[in-house]
């Protein structure tokens, strides 16, 4: 089977698609690709793209996101020296790299077997990677955080002054990537309820990929053309 993992990298067919790369122009082809098969699929279903097809997106989108400034320690060392003059991308390639993430999360065979590898056995970390992608590859955009109280009452339970601890690993949450989730019992308006403090890699690696939440950020001054997507 060769090399396997839930990182980016950790395959046979992303590394042998990154010793083929020479330039951005070849980063920029598997999403060239997706563009073409999407537009002769047609819109009445979606198009399921290969698992071979979807590593090759994944890793395309890994070098964007070292474009980017965000390059993950399993980085391969040449493919980032061969890609070192590019500068940063370009805003297409920008949305393309994004829209491929997604497009592989939700409708691809790759998150099929992903998902049947991890029903019984663990936590679906393939996915915990993607939304660890999907997180580089957002734009620093500014906010106005809400307040502690705020916060609070939003989500039903105390913020510690690390930002919480992750209901998933028990592990502290730090302020920059602190989520919430409140439950209550549907069938009980009255249920007081309860909130959880969470990491969204953690939530997602126990939700299947079509309900997996995808944090996609947006810069009002660079937004995506969908007719390019």
Same mark, same amino acid.
């Given at each position: 089977? #060769?090399?396997? #993992?839930?990182?980016? =990298?950790?395959?046979?067919?992303?590394?042998?698609w990154a010793a083929g790369v020479k330039s951005v122009d070849d980063v920029r082809q598997p999403f060239a690709k997706l563009k073409r098969d999407t537009d002769a699929h047609g819109s009445e279903t979606?198009? /399921?793209?290969?698992?071979?097809?979807a590593? *090759?997106?994944?890793?395309? +989108?890994?070098?964007?996101?070292?474009?980017?400034?965000?390059?993950?320690? @399993?980085?391969?060392?040449?493919?980032? @020296?061969?890609?070192?003059?590019? &500068? *940063?991308? @370009? +805003?297409?390639?920008f949305h393309q790299a994004r829209n491929a993430v997604l497009h592989v999360m939700r409708h691809s065979e790759l998150s099929e077997l992903w998902a049947e590898a991890s029903e019984d056995v663990a936590p679906n970390e393939w996915l915990a990677e993607l939304t660890r992608l999907i997180d580089r590859l957002n734009p620093e955009v500014d906010f106005e955080p809400w307040d502690? *109280?705020?916060?609070?009452?939003? /989500? $039903?339970?105390?913020?510690?002054? /690390? &930002?919480?601890?992750?209901? =998933?690993?028990?592990?502290? /949450?730090?302020?920059? *990537?602190?989520? $919430?989730? +409140?439950?209550?019992?549907?069938?009980?308006?009255? +249920?007081?309820?309860?909130? =959880?403090?969470?990491?969204?890699?953690?939530?997602?690696a126990r939700l299947h990929h079509l309900h997996a939440i995808a944090d996609l950020k947006f810069d009002p001054g660079n937004?995506?053309?969908?007719?390019q997507l």
């Amino acid at each position: 089977m #060769g090399a396997w #993992g839930a990182g980016n =990298f950790e395959n046979d067919t992303a590394m042998d698609w990154a010793a083929g790369v020479k330039s951005v122009d070849d980063v920029r082809q598997p999403f060239a690709k997706l563009k073409r098969d999407t537009d002769a699929h047609g819109s009445e279903t979606e198009l /399921v793209v290969d698992s071979d097809f979807a590593c *090759e997106l994944l890793a395309a +989108s890994e070098c964007v996101a070292m474009m980017l400034g965000r390059r993950i320690p @399993d980085f391969p060392a040449d493919l980032a @020296d061969r890609l070192a003059s590019a &500068g *940063e991308p @370009d +805003s297409l390639l920008f949305h393309q790299a994004r829209n491929a993430v997604l497009h592989v999360m939700r409708h691809s065979e790759l998150s099929e077997l992903w998902a049947e590898a991890s029903e019984d056995v663990a936590p679906n970390e393939w996915l915990a990677e993607l939304t660890r992608l999907i997180d580089r590859l957002n734009p620093e955009v500014d906010f106005e955080p809400w307040d502690s *109280e705020h916060i609070e009452a939003k /989500v $039903g339970a105390p913020l510690a002054e /690390v &930002g919480g601890t992750c209901a =998933f690993c028990d592990q502290p /949450v730090a302020r920059h *990537e602190l989520w $919430g989730i +409140s439950l209550y019992d549907a069938y009980n308006m009255n +249920s007081m309820g309860r909130g =959880f403090w969470l990491h969204l890699p953690c939530l997602n690696a126990r939700l299947h990929h079509l309900h997996a939440i995808a944090d996609l950020k947006f810069d009002p001054g660079n937004m995506p053309d969908l007719d390019q997507l």
